[in-house]
Nanobody
Framework: QVQLVESGGGLVQTGGSLRLSCAASGLSLAYYAVGWFRHSPEKERERVSCLSARGDFTYYADSVKGRFTISRDNVKSTAYLQMNSLKPEDTATYYC?????????????WGQGTQVIVSS
């Protein structure tokens, strides 16, 4: 059974930083692209970033380009999202998901997510 556990969220002031982690069990992230998504009550779920399985392709939403950095540790089956220069509009619950490729969709069960609140 695949389990995704996101962590690292919290309350931070505008301009601050957070590093999110996504630990996967029941599968090895090494064989999948890894996507980070975010969802808030005001917006639909948004694909924030993605890193291909081989690490040779990355995607960032325009709203986070230059501020967020995705990475992975295949040995630990863990992915990370370094978020710098945070803005109030980054406030959301963040989720990760294994994907066949970075433009793919995720049909499995989402983890509990990790909440990020950016105060102005």
């Amino acid at each position: 059974q695949v389990q995704l556990v996101e962590s690292g969220g919290g309350l931070v002031q505008t301009g601050g930083s957070l590093r999110l982690s996504c630990a996967a069990s029941g599968l090895s992230l090494a064989y999948y692209a890894v996507g980070w998504f975010r969802h808030s009550p005001e917006k639909e779920r948004e694909r924030v970033s993605c890193l291909s399985a081989r690490g040779d392709f990355t995607y960032y939403a325009d709203s986070v380009k230059g501020r967020f950095t995705i990475s992975r540790d295949n040995v630990k089956s863990t992915a990370y999202l370094q978020m710098n220069s945070l803005k109030p509009e980054d406030t959301a619950t963040y989720y990760c998901a294994p994907l066949g490729h970075c433009t793919g969709t995720y049909a499995g069960s989402w983890g509990q997510g990790t909440q990020v609140i950016v105060s102005s």
